[in-house]
């Protein structure tokens, strides 16, 4: 019914800059939130930031400063822009949504396969 498809992943530099791109498609009604997590190989998948439908931001202290979310909801996309990348941002990036679909007027989070983002020189 939903899917989200993220995109923009790769390798990067240290100190780099990446966009990444999430788009949902599908029977949708209505998205609430968004946001991106990341999976470092080894650990648990942690908490990037949020954005809510009226924009407002939140994110984890450990991107904060280097990270912005944004979205524009006539296309059902978020985006994260990370800037200066350390080799600890290498991770899977995930995003996911509440959406509410024509079928189900109830919100529902829904989840991106992720993409891969490595930072090394």
């Known amino acids: 019914q939903v899917q989200l498809v993220e995109s923009g992943g790769g390798l990067v530099q240290p100190g780099g800059s990446l966009r990444l791109s999430c788009a949902a498609s599908?029977?949708?009604?209505?998205?609430?939130?968004m946001g991106w997590y990341r999976q470092a190989p080894g650990k648990e998948r942690e908490l990037v930031g949020t954005?809510?439908?009226?924009?407002?931001?939140t994110y984890a202290d450990s991107v904060k400063g280097r990270v912005t979310i944004s979205r524009d909801n006539a296309k059902n996309t978020v985006y994260l822009r990370m800037d200066s990348l350390k080799p600890e941002d290498t991770a899977v990036y995930y995003c996911?949504?509440?959406?509410?679909?024509?079928?189900?007027?109830?919100?529902?989070?829904?989840w991106g396969q992720g993409t891969q983002v490595t930072v090394s020189s």
């Open positions: 954005i809510t439908s009226g924009g407002s931001t």
């Open positions: 599908g029977s949708i009604f209505s998205i609430n939130a």
């Open positions: 996911n949504a509440a959406v509410a679909t024509y079928y189900n007027g109830l919100y529902s989070w829904y």
